[in-house]
């Protein structure tokens, strides 16, 4: 009779969020190396106050400025901390007491409305930061390459309006589970709720919209960049234009492409493990079943990875700042605008284009 509960209680639930991983095992396998809670807890913490010290750094910085090509590109940044962290605070708030209390889902969530919620925070904290690197870096690519075709540059309002687009996109995948489209399921090691990667048609769908929509995020902030990156080279080494650089482009374009670098490293293995795994598994006959153990241990290896993101985030606008960069490197000074690039400008241009 023992033997025969579990397998009724699994088939129970396996139209529920309880269907892919078994919640009762996780609590033996809780103190596994792979599913430490003390990395949860310990990076958590971390990722907090390093998001934390950033957002002071940002808002102290902001006032002080009164270039609006870099008060737009830091409030792209701020948008980026802010979901850093509230991704870490919404996400941790629900994992770590897990961990520590080891409480049991099917009591305490039996309709599944706490696992679709940290499903969604996942994915609407997990897909903004991919598209908000694309999208600083489209900004970038146009005001370096075609610095002439506005006359103005974005303001600030404008800016948070397009991180609130960003916001509402996201936001709108997150919900696409909720609304019938693919389901969120708890994962191993029963602490957290993420996307379904079984092979019946909708969770295929879900997870390659997620999984490509990230690729494709992470590979139009590379061609941007280096498209940007190639421009700024090509003009600075100028023999006219050696000594009229300026500094602030540079540093834009550091922090940009230590965002993407990050982004890529780790965000590529998952991304690419999802439409791997959903794909290799699509000649199944597409019923709900178990996913494998191995396949959930290395998803939790690829979310552990994605964590680095968040943390990692903050610190490349900390340290690749002017004022800290110009300690490192010395030679570092203001110089004229990116504008004084371009020697041959009428006059009257130039005071319209330098009036910001």
Not at 127 to 149: D, K, V, W, Y
Not at 260 to 266: D, E, P, Q, S
């Amino acid at each position: 009779g023992n033997m025969e509960r579990p397998n009724r209680s699994t088939a129970d639930r396996l139209d529920t969020c309880f269907g892919v991983f078994n919640a009762t095992d996780g609590r033996s396998d809780a103190q596994n190396s792979i599913a430490s809670p003390w990395f949860s807890t310990a990076f958590g913490l971390i990722g907090l106050c390093s998001n934390l010290f950033a957002l002071c750094v940002l808002i102290s910085s902001s006032r002080k400025l009164s270039s609006r090509t870099r008060s737009s590109f830091l409030v792209f940044l701020c948008g980026l901390v802010v979901t850093d962290f509230m991704g870490l605070l919404v996400t941790a708030s629900v994992i770590i007491p897990y961990h520590f209390i080891k409480f049991a889902w099917t009591e305490v969530d039996p309709g599944c409305h706490l696992c679709n919620f940290l499903g969604f925070s996942m994915v609407f904290f997990g897909q903004c930061p991919l598209l908000l690197g694309a999208t600083m870096a489209g900004e970038r690519f146009f005001g370096i390459n075609h610095p002439f075709s506005r006359s103005t540059s974005i303001s600030k309002r404008r800016a948070w309006s397009i991180v609130g687009l960003v916001w509402g996109f996201s936001c709108v995948l997150g919900l696409l589970p909720v609304l019938g489209l693919g389901q969120y399921t708890l994962q191993y090691p029963g602490s957290w709720c993420f996307l379904t990667l079984l092979p019946d048609t909708g969770n295929v769908i879900f997870c390659l919209l997620f999984a490509l929509l990230g690729i494709f995020s992470v590979l139009l902030s590379f061609i941007f960049n280096t498209v940007s990156v190639v421009t700024l080279c090509r003009v600075y080494h100028d023999r006219e234009s050696v000594q009229r650089r300026r500094d602030s482009e540079v540093e834009m374009m550091v922090q940009l492409v230590g965002i993407m670098t990050i982004a890529t490293i780790c965000w590529m293995p998952l991304l690419i493990f999802m439409v791997q795994t959903v794909l290799q598994q699509l000649p199944a006959d597409g019923r709900a079943r178990m996913l494998p153990t191995e396949t959930q241990e290395m998803l939790l290896i690829y979310i552990r990875m994605v964590t680095w993101n968040q943390i990692l985030d903050p610190w490349v606008y900390i340290l690749f700042r002017r004022a800290v960069l110009q300690r490192v490197y010395p030679s570092l000074r203001p110089r004229p605008s990116i504008l004084s690039l371009y020697p041959v400008l009428n006059p009257s241009l130039r005071r319209k284009f330098t009036a910001d």
